[in-house]
DNA sequence: ATTCATCTTTATAAAATCTTTACGCCGCAG
DNA sequence: CTGCGGCGTAAAGATTTTATAAAGATGAAT
């Protein structure tokens, strides 16, 4: 139903094209960026599931970029790299990589590495489904049932009810909301929450005037139960 | 600073000893288990942070092992193995491995492994509660339980209750609270509070005309018991 | 190019919260 | 006894925050 996407950060056009190639013929939603620089932008603006990060580029070294992304983005990166050599490997994975493989990779390791990044990224209790009353949020699949039937769900709708559901009965702020689901450059854009909180509400609830999932706390943020 | 504790699941004395060397003299606590069944019953009995596994095990093989493990070991398992061949790595890394290195590795790789998978461990458990009597508070959470039911407090009156019960058994000055709810400029504003603590009483003392926790200090400010 | 689904933006009504005012209580000093 | 200052409570008024609809923009699919 909704892909997972994955965003490649590599200069080397026949390597993005390869990793395009084999994501997308597994069920991924690949985005691009050629530079450090660009990928940066394009994950403030639109946080991917996963980021695969070439560490030799020339506009900046792939460690900056690394340490970079860390800063806020905190699902997983993995660094692609020609380097095989340990110093390197042990400063990225210091820096926060998820995980390193070196060039030439098998492409049945990396999707393998690929769907436990994002495993462990999505289910910090180790559970793929979600379960909350009436709700069963199948997370791999990417798939929500209510009372039995399925619900149909934008991508937007869907992450956005995966975070809430993963921090069951705590409040999560509107900035912090806003920075997962649209990325940094989101931040204070609380009208777009709202309007899916709105049409969550809409899907979820059998009287959206009265929910009984999704809560206001108001001038804070809304908590899932 | 307690050192975390690995597991070793290798039937190779000279490569346990190499290991136990390595992580030791990194300030782990190293266990070791000979057999897959040992190691289960080891990891049962005292959950180590993660799990070092060899796959290459005589007793049973040691993708059974990584099977049986997650059934119920949700924390790391980074496997250790001669192989190098794809489809092991898949299949481990597709049954809930961490991780998958291939012998022989390079120690300095392997521990910058094992900090990445525990560090990933470790990044939810910012437990941060306050236990006041029949009142708990969890701060991260913003939720505050009375008598095991969930209290609805606006964002002012939680900020107002944290203070109190973060400086239990203290007098605070009137001044000093309305400095660190309201700020600078309402330092005056005594009547806020007032009104702010009636409210909270209402909502956490059984009897608001006889309260048993919030207590006024008469010309001096409040204490929280 | 056109359609469709989705996302973004704007406008406005409704709700929740905060601020302010008013008044009554109590203890205490005169 | 009376008046005063500090306190508690209620409730009106002001402000902020939220909900919802709907229009415009975007982008993918055909």
Redesign the interface.
């Known amino acids: 139903m909704n892909k997972a996407e994955i965003l490649i950060i590599d200069d080397e056009p026949q390597i993005r094209k390869l990793l395009e190639i084999t994501l997308e013929s597994n069920d991924y939603k690949v985005w691009q960026a050629e530079t450090g620089k660009a990928g940066i932008i394009m994950a403030a603006n639109h946080p991917p599931e996963l980021i695969l990060l070439d560490i030799g580029l020339p506009d900046k070294s792939g460690h900056e970029i690394l340490k970079e992304l860390r800063t806020w983005y905190?699902k997983s990166i993995i660094i692609l790299s020609v380097q095989n050599n340990?110093?390197d490997?042990?400063s990225a994975?210091?820096h926060?990589?998820?995980?390193y493989l070196t060039k030439p990779f098998?492409s049945?390791?990396l999707?393998?590495?690929i769907?436990?990044a994002i495993?462990?990224n999505q289910s910090?209790?180790?559970e793929n489904k979600i379960i909350c009353g009436d709700i069963v949020i199948d997370i791999a699949a990417r798939v929500v049932m209510l009372n039995n039937t399925l619900l149909k769900l934008t991508a937007t709708e869907f992450n956005l009810l995966v975070l809430l559901a993963k921090n069951e009965?705590?409040?999560l702020t509107h900035q912090y909301i806003l920075k997962e689901i649209w990325g940094l450059g989101a931040q204070t854009e609380t009208q777009y929450l709202r309007v899916f909180i709105g049409t969550l509400r809409k899907k979820i609830e059998t009287d959206p005037n009265k929910p009984q999932h999704i809560f206001t706390?108001?001038?804070?943020g809304y908590?899932f139960m």
């Open positions: 905190n340990e110093v490997i042990v994975l210091d926060g990589a998820t995980d098998r049945a390791e999707l393998a590495r769907r436990s495993r462990r910090n209790n180790s009965g705590r409040v706390e108001s001038g804070v908590r």
